[in-house]
């Protein structure tokens, strides 16, 4: 059953992130959604509000040995690693059909194993007009080099982004790792070195052990937690950033329906992304954008914006504020 | 044999609808030993012939305990249209096919799919060999009432094998009255049938025939090793149904890929079923799948 939201959202949900105009705020995780084609047979994906890739990176990757996947309380654990078919057969099979079917704004994830690798890819996707953002992705705690170790260490981090930012006008948001003891350092230094926005929170570093074989279930044995586990980590780390950064936030991390959506705004997103709730429910984000709409007609909101960072001590006020002056 | 490759997985979009959610009823769930439970339901979808499930092409099935966040992939085991009825048959081997295996007569079950790739049917294939272990005999009632469409399958070879006696409970549900096809089991205690594993027991039958046109199989990882190794000998044109962790269903996650000599591939998307040449660097793509 589709829902015909175009008409209803445009007034409520309508909103502009990093300065370009979406539909909703709604948006797909990384890694989580492929290019955006996989669900069609469940939902018209250009209902969302936008999509963003999996992971791309220059050359091609084969990802991680051995299983990928192990179901945990409330959760997945993923070794997937990067899996991907490389920037070249990238523009040249799946942007094309990404161009047939889809016509809302395109997010590139962004993964690379050295600066170099960030540079150059971040080149070649700011030629693409199709895509309107880029993520670059610090924060994949499955890939030994690059991922996670340089967005946990400050002085990589702040290295990468400012690189990147020198070869790209596009709108940049810099994916946050949770695996890390400040994230409110990492986020100034993103928000510091240019960045436009930020998405949070990555998977978290997990592990699964099998009691029968006595071993580490995940061939990488250690692997990526995501799912409603998360959800409660995820929000406090976007209550703490969006207090001390005054750039928009993606928040993301174990939204299941509208109001675990909701919540996230509370907290100080300006936009969510859904991703693990995919595998149980194809159909989520369509109810997720048919409840924010109800909300905002139950609350009497003019657009679901206007609930950014209640949740902050000031009710969001500052925050909000800040937002404003950043446009 | 594997050998990395560049990825070229299908990631063509047709834009025809090929899967579908719904919510169907349970009309059967019996067990039939050896942690192997048979389970029927009612779909709408089949009955109105709005979705045309084929042999090899899998469901995923969720679970109502939202700690187990994921739907569990189960092959389809035999459909009828004329009913639309499904059968699904599975071994319990975890909390979630612990739960779907409480599921009484009335219960309603949300399924997904149609998914996958299934099974080519050759329809002039004159000898034909279909093998099963374990719970990979799941998929294979519908593959043989497929291949028996055809008049032109005349010889159907039927090995399966499974642990032992009990595990072979399963085999009643399969339709083996036709004269077209003769059934071998093999048991690792030798308690039904003969002391062999699947592929000592494919060895052992291919000395007495010959090639036949194409195999099928599905089984442990072992044994589809194994089998493989054997068609890849003799060159054989062979099709083999896998078992991966899944977490999407779809394509997206990429999740259970597996490589082959052409790249990446995934199983739930470009499989679950493919043809055994895809892990041989030295035989070339027959009828790449």
Same mark, same amino acid.
């Given at each position: 059953m589709e829902i015909d939201i175009e008409k209803k959202c445009k007034?409520?949900?309508?909103t502009t992130f990093m300065g370009v105009k979406l539909q909703n705020p709604v948006m797909t995780g990384s890694g989580c $959604?492929? $290019?955006?084609?996989?669900?069609m047979d469940y939902f018209n994906?250009?209902?969302?509000g936008a999509i963003i890739t999996k992971g791309l990176t220059l050359e091609m990757r084969k990802g991680n040995?051995?299983?990928?996947i192990a179901e945990t309380p409330a959760g997945i654990l993923n070794s997937?690693?990067?899996?991907n078919p490389g920037i070249d057969y990238f523009e040249k099979h799946i942007l094309p059909e990404m161009n047939k079917y889809l016509n809302i704004p395109i997010v590139g994830n962004i993964n690379g194993k050295f600066i170099e690798e960030y540079v150059e890819l971040t080149k070649r996707l700011d030629?693409?007009?199709?895509?309107?953002i880029l993520e670059l992705n610090?924060?994949?705690? =499955?890939?030994?080099?690059?991922?996670m170790a340089f967005g946990a260490n400050p002085e990589i981090a702040r290295k990468v982004t400012g690189e990147v930012r020198k070869v790209t006008k596009k709108p940049l948001m810099v994916k946050l790792s949770?695996?890390?003891? =400040?994230?409110v350092e990492i986020a100034k230094i993103a928000e510091s070195e240019g960045a436009d926005g930020i998405s949070m929170i990555n998977t978290l570093l997990g592990m699964s052990i099998d009691v029968?074989?006595?071993?580490?279930?995940l061939g990488n044995i250690y692997g990526g937690l995501s799912g409603p586990a998360v959800k409660p980590i995820a929000l406090r780390m976007i209550h703490q950033v969006s207090q001390t950064v005054s750039i928009p936030i993606l928040g993301m991390g174990g939204i299941s329906n509208t109001e675990d959506a909701i919540e996230f705004f509370l907290a100080g997103a300006s936009a969510i992304s859904l991703g693990?709730? $995919?595998?149980?429910?194809?159909m989520v984000a369509l109810e997720v954008i048919e409840g924010l709409e109800e909300y905002c007609k139950n609350e009497k909101?003019? =657009?679901?914006?206007?609930?950014?960072?209640?949740?902050?001590?000031d009710n969001g006020i500052d925050y909000r504020k800040k937002l404003k002056l950043r446009k | 044999m594997y050998k990395s490759g560049i990825n070229n997985g299908n990631y063509k979009?047709?834009?025809?609808?090929?899967g579908f959610l719904e919510d169907v009823t349970v009309s059967e769930n019996k067990y039939l030993g050896a942690d192997n439970y048979l389970m029927k339901v009612f779909s709408e979808n089949v009955k109105k012939q709005v979705t045309n499930p084929k042999a090899g092409q899998f469901y995923m099935l969720k679970l109502r305990?939202?700690?187990?966040?994921l739907r569990r992939p189960i092959s389809l085991h035999s459909v009828n249209f004329k009913t639309g009825e499904l059968e699904f048959l599975y071994k319990v081997i975890g909390k979630g096919t612990e739960e779907l295996s409480i599921l009484q007569k009335g219960s309603i079950l949300n399924i997904q799919g149609p998914l996958g790739k299934g099974f080519d049917i050759y329809k002039k294939s004159e000898n034909i060999i279909v093998i099963g272990g374990g719970i990979g005999l799941a998929p294979l009632k519908q593959l043989i009432k497929e291949l028996l469409k055809?008049?032109?399958?005349k010889n159907i070879i039927f090995i399966a094998g499974g642990r032992n006696k009990e595990a072979m409970n399963?085999?009643? =549900?399969?339709?083996?009255?036709?004269?077209r096809v003769s059934t071998f089991i093999c048991t690792d205690d030798g308690?039904?049938?003969?002391?062999?594993n699947i592929a000592e027991m494919l060895e052992k039958i291919l000395k007495n025939n010959k090639n036949p046109d194409i195999i099928y199989s599905c089984g442990p990882d072992k044994a589809l090793k194994a089998v493989n190794d054997i068609v890849n000998r003799k060159n054989i044109l062979s099709q083999i149904s896998m078992e991966e962790r899944m977490a999407?269903?779809?394509?997206?996650?990429?999740?259970?890929s597996v490589e082959t000599v052409s790249g990446m591939r995934k199983v739930c998307h470009d499989g679950p079923v493919f043809y055994s040449s895809i892990f041989y660097e030295n035989r070339g793509e027959i009828n790449g799948n």
């Open positions: 007034s409520r949900l309508e $959604f492929a $290019f955006g084609l996989e669900y994906p250009n209902k969302l040995n051995g299983i990928r997937v690693g990067l899996e030629k693409i007009e199709k895509i309107k610090i924060s994949c705690p =499955n890939v030994k080099d690059g991922g949770p695996n890390v003891t =400040n994230i029968k074989t006595r071993k580490a279930v693990t709730a $995919f595998f149980p429910n194809p909101l003019n =657009n679901i914006s206007e609930i950014i960072g209640y949740a902050h001590s | 979009c047709s834009g025809k609808k090929t305990n939202h700690i187990r966040i055809y008049k032109e399958n399963i085999l009643e =549900n399969f339709l083996l009255d036709s004269k308690s039904l049938g003969e002391k062999l999407c269903g779809v394509g997206a996650c990429v999740g259970c």
